[in-house]
Structures are given as structure tokens and as C-alpha cells.
């Protein structure tokens, strides 16, 4: 371990005493803008294997168990791939097949460590948005393809938050070489596990590489971080707008760029547009931001999650990641109008009840084929991308989000439903 990380290890430690009795953490994994996440080994969990062990033989199964041994289980049985489910532990009798299951996954599975990613959120985070977070994991609980949450613990005003660790690969390692069939492999699991996201009303938000964490030897992917995930139905935007006057759009910077020259192409006076500006929720990274987000529509769909998976997608066909890399809102749209064109911006702007105007240049009538943008970009291998593929993209990144695809349509997509043959 690097010196300044131990250092930061043996502070966190120090700073929290809870924590150091039942995880060492021995090492950095992530450092992202709202948190730190580190390697840790659970030296609790062969503890939580002879509690299960020991209600089964002394306290002869019965919900006698006391409460912390159930929840010491349940916390334990959550996180692992390799514990066993004990769930008729608690039933009153015990059928003589669960014991042997049990058996049989305790020896094959006891010898092993658990390792966990212990995440340790910035103390600048509101305590509501922790607890939306912690909401949120838990009710997506359940499904292979999504984080699970083992325990949340709170010291003073430091939280963290412990899940199983899962080792992953840096997606800027294998984005330029995988093959069509990896690409196919890593979308089915990305949107199975937008699919579940989706299917409870809950938008990630966060969408992007390093957000899903992907194995490439077991093609196996988890979705992380729901620390800006929202409820469909629960937009803090929305439920403004209703307590609000109608507001107008303000473009941030639009004035600036597109108002500062008068008809004859002189420069003008700057001028603020004095009217409010839209509240809207644009929580996201720079580059997956979904059209919509960057017109500031007050309600907003799981569609922005679709979007931002579709702009991972135009990073594998184009083998350039990032794809999109302005600094603003304004800009990102104007690249965005750079690949659709005017004409699709400006009809799709309006079916949001927005005016898109531009007089950028590059911005041009029509809109740059994905085949075309693929083939700029990737000369080499982009005849290798099936007409389904590219069909795929074109209806994730589909600008209108009431038309844009679904989890659920796209797993039933030619794209994702090929044979493994
Ligand atoms: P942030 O809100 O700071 O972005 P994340 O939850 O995205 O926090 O975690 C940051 C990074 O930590 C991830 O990009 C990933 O590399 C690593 N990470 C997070 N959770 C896990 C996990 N369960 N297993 C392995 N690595 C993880
Ligand atoms: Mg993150």
C-alpha cells in the first residue's frame, strides 16, 4: 500500500471506531467526486458462519436465534456469492435437505475471506442524499446485476457504506478491443441491469463506465454508485415546479455565445435574460447527460439512463472515450447537434416544448450517420458492427426520450438477443 494511503487507512480507522473491529481495509479502490472507496477484508464473516452453525446443532434451529445472529446472517448472506441461503434456518422445522445444502456449501465456501468495498462518503454530502442512497440500494436489493448493500454504518458525522467487493476491470482497457460478441455481452448486462433499475421507477442517473462495474473474463457486470439515483415519481425539480411560478429557459452562456452579435455580425451588448431560470435535475457527468437533462425538463424519465448507455456504446464503436467532452451544458448540446443536425434538434427541442436555435457553423441542416460517424472514427474495424448495431445505438441515443428504447425492449433487441453460438 502506497504511504499516503496507509496514512488515510489508519485515519479513517482511527477516526471510527466500529469500523476497525470488523473490516481491515487494505487498500484504495476508487476515489470518485463524493467518496472514497477502499479494499477491505470482513474479519467478522467466519464469525457469522459459526453463528449460523451453532443455531443449527446447539439451538437446534429454532427462532429462538437471537435477533443479532439473524441479522448478523442476513447482513452476511446478502453480500456473498459464496455463502449459503440459509433461509430455513428460521423455520420451526428443519428438513434434512437444507441441512445438507448447508454442508455442502460450507465446505466448499467456508475456507474463503470475504473481501468488501468499504465506501466512505465525503462528510460535504447532505445526509438526505445518504439516506436516499441507502434507500435506494435496498430496494433494489436482490438481483445479481446490482450492488448489494451489506451494512451502512455512521460514526459522528462519517458514514460509510459496505458492499460485497467485486473485481472489476478499468474500462479504458478493454473499450478499444473488444470484440462485436464482448460488446453484445457487456450491453446484455448493462441493461439487465438497467432493467431492474427501471422496472421499480428509480433513474440511475449516473450512467457511464466507471459506474458499471464490469468483469471481462466472467462478462459479468454490476451497476454502482446510486448516489444521484431519483424516484420517477420523487423529482425535487417537479415538485418545485408545482410550488413555482412558470419558469423560462435560461441557456447558461446562450446569451453570451449566440446573443453578443447583432444581424450585421457585430458584437452586441451582453445581456442577461431577465427572466428566472428553469430549476431542473442535471446531476450527472459531463458527456452522458441526456438531451432532455441538458434542456432542463422538469420531469424526466429512466429514458436518461438509456441515453447515457447509449454514449457507452458509441465509445465501443468509435473506440474514443470519452466521447462527448464539453465543459458546459450549451456546449454539450452543441455537440450533440453536430451529429443530428438542426433539423432533428429543433423538432425534437420542441416535441420537449423547447426552442433549440443555433447559428454555430458546425451545426449543419442534416444529421452524420452513426455508420458514417463509426467509420470516421474507427476506419480499421467498423465494418466488423452488425446493421443491428447500429440500429441499437440509433434507438439509445434517440434525442425524443418518450421514443427512445427501454430496458425492457432492448434486451428483446436483435443486438442483445443473438445466440451465444
Ligand atoms: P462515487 O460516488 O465516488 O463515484 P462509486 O460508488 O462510484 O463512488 O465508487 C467509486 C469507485 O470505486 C468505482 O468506480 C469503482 O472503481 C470502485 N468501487 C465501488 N464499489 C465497488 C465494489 N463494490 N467493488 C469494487 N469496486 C468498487
Ligand atoms: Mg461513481
Known sequence: IPEDTQQEIDELMASFPGLTDQYRLVGKIGEGTFS?????????????????????????????????????????????????????????????????????????????????????????????????????????????KIVSLITAMRHQDQVVLVMPY????????????????????????????????????????????????YNVRRRHGVLVDFGLAEREDDQEALRLSRTR???????????????????????????????????????????????????????????????????????????????????????????IAVLFGKFNMEKAAAEMGRTFFTNVPTVKEKDISFERLTKAYNPDRWSEIPQEGFDFLRRCLCLDPKKRITAEEALRHPFLTFSNG
Not at 428438513?95 to 468488501?116: F, G, K, P, Q, W
Not at 460488446?183 to 440511475?204: D, N, V
Not at 455565445?257 to 431542473?280: E, I, T, W
Request: aromatic letters at 10%.
Open 245 to 335: 411560478p412558470p419558469l423560462n429557459l435560461d441557456l447558461e452562456g446562450a446569451s453570451r455565445r449566440f446573443r453578443s452579435f447583432d444581424s450585421k455580425g457585430r458584437p452586441g451588448v451582453l445581456q442577461r435574460d431577465p427572466r428566472p431560470s428553469l430549476r431542473a435535475n442535471r446531476a450527472g457527468t459531463r458527456g452522458f447527460r441526456a438531451p432532455e437533462v441538458l434542456l432542463k425538463l422538469p420531469r424526466q424519465s429512466v429514458a436518461i439512463d438509456i441515453w447515457s448507455a447509449g454514449v457507452i456504446l458509441l465509445c465501443f464503436f468509435t473506440k474514443r472515450f470519452p466521447f462527448f467532452r464539453s465543459t458546459d451544458d450549451t456546449e454539450a448540446l452543441l455537440e
Open 36 to 144: 472514497t472507496v477502499y479494499k477491505a477484508v470482513d474479519l467478522l464473516h467466519d464469525k457469522y458462519e459459526n453463528s449460523a452453525w451453532s443455531m443449527i446443532f446447539q439451538d437446534n434451529l429454532l427462532p429462538r436465534a437471537s435477533w443479532d445472529g439473524r441479522d448478523a446472517l442476513c447482513a452476511a448472506e446478502d453480500g456473498a456469492e459464496y455463502m449459503p441461503r440459509p433461509v430455513s434456518v428460521y423455520s420451526d422445522q428443519p428438513s434434512s435437505s437444507t441441512l445438507h445444502d448447508l454442508n455442502c456449501h460450507s465446505r466448499r465456501y467456508s475456507s474463503e475471506m470475504r473481501i468488501v468495498a468499504v465506501k466512505k462518503i465525503y462528510v460535504t454530502s447532505s445526509p438526505k442524499r445518504i439516506a436516499n442512497e441507502i434507500a435506494i440500494l435496498r430496494d433494489l436489493g436482490g438481483s445479481s
Open 166 to 213: 467485486f473485481k472489476h476491470d478499468d474500462f479504458r482497457t478493454f473499450y478499444q478491443d473488444s470484440s462485436i460478441y464482448e460488446i453484445r455481452k457487456y450491453c446484455q448486462s448493462l441493461f439487465q441491469a438497467l432493467e431492474h433499475t427501471h422496472a421499480q421507477g428509480i433513474m440511475h442517473r449516473d450512467v457511464k463506465p466507471s459506474n458499471f462495474l
